[in-house]
């Protein structure tokens, strides 16, 4: 007597956790991946008292594909240019694989060099060794290009002194390490000769901290992480590509320097799960 009643139950049951499933599906991939936050922090690296704070925009992971369109890395671009950054600095993984979009791309990042000095470095899937094995380019030259046209200047294994307010700074960006194009020592040769300056390093992946750990630097700008991309209770991030897992998103006190990860703003594969994409915001006092 009672088995339509069950039926009819199981039915409702499976129903729900089609409909839960679905949700959730429809979240992970068109919800989260779209939602951008403003990732914000106050770094203290005066060796002097009296500076004037300034603000730093760290944009990173943008990876340009079938996933993450232009679009939404121009309404990531604005939301990071609403917040009024004297620097603004990107940390690689500008695109996934191949990209013909070059135009639409230098248009996309033309607005940050107009706003404000703007620097970069590369990352694992901007071209080269790394890259070409997944089917992307084979050497950096289409990204390289993008940057150029777009008034932005590369450190490549290079580093650059730039006046800020009243802050004498050293950025020292960094060749991808996944890529093998990391030369520390050809990237800080110039940086004794700006003795006093406060030393900002680019280097889109985290794990490269040990390597210029006996170089002289007070703050570590990465990307690469997506903050771990899907972050499930209990379990973390299964699939951060990183050895240590510790350092996926935020910032950190690393051997009396700071390290600064940002969740980036795209993903790979569409999706996203309590991890929201950032544009980063450093105020540096
Ligand atoms: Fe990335």
């Known amino acids: 007597m009672n088995r339509p009643k069950t ?17 959730g599906a429809t979240y992970v991939r068109w919800v989260e ?42 309404e990531s671009i ?14 690689g993984d500008f695109i996934t694989h191949k990209f013909d979009q070059l135009e639409e791309y230098v248009e996309a990042l033309a607005p940050l060099a107009k706003a404000a000095p703007t620097y970069a470095c590369l990352g694992n899937h901007d071209g080269g060794l790394w890259a070409v094995r997944g089917g992307g380019y084979e050497d950096t030259e289409f990204i390289r290009s993008v940057l150029t046209k777009a008034k932005v200047t590369l450190l490549h294994n290079a580093s650059q002194p730039v006046q800020i ?6 950025l020292v960006g960094l060749g991808d390490s ?19 300056a406060t030393t900002i390093v680019l280097s889109h992946n985290p794990d ?4 210029l750990k006996s170089y002289a630097w007070d703050l570590m700008l990465c990307g690469h992480t997506h903050g771990g991309q899907v972050c499930l209770p209990l379990i973390g991030a299964p699939f951060a590509p990183v050895r240590d897992k510790k350092l996926l998103g935020g910032l950190y006190r690393w051997n009396n320097r700071w390290i600064h990860v940002t969740r980036g703003l795209g993903n790979l594969h569409g999706v996203r799960f309590n991890c929201r994409p950032e544009v980063s915001l450093l105020t540096l006092v």
């Open 7 to 23: 039926k009819f139950s199981r039915r409702k049951f499976l129903a729900t956790i089609g409909l839960a499933g679905l949700g």
């Open 33 to 74: 991946p779209h939602w951008l936050d403003v990732g914000r922090h106050k770094i203290h690296l005066s060796k002097s008292d009296g500076k004037t704070p300034f603000k730093v925009l760290q944009l990173s992971d943008f990876h340009a594909s079938p996933v993450v369109s232009i679009n939404f890395i121009k």
């Open 78 to 91: 604005r939301l990071g240019l609403n917040q009024q950054p004297d620097l603004i600095l990107l940390t």
């Open 165 to 170: 307010r009243d802050w004498n700074l050293m």
């Open 178 to 196: 996944w890529a093998e194009e990391m030369q520390p020592e050809a990237a800080f040769a110039r940086a004794p000769s700006n003795p006093g």
């Open 208 to 211: 490269t901290k040990m390597g």
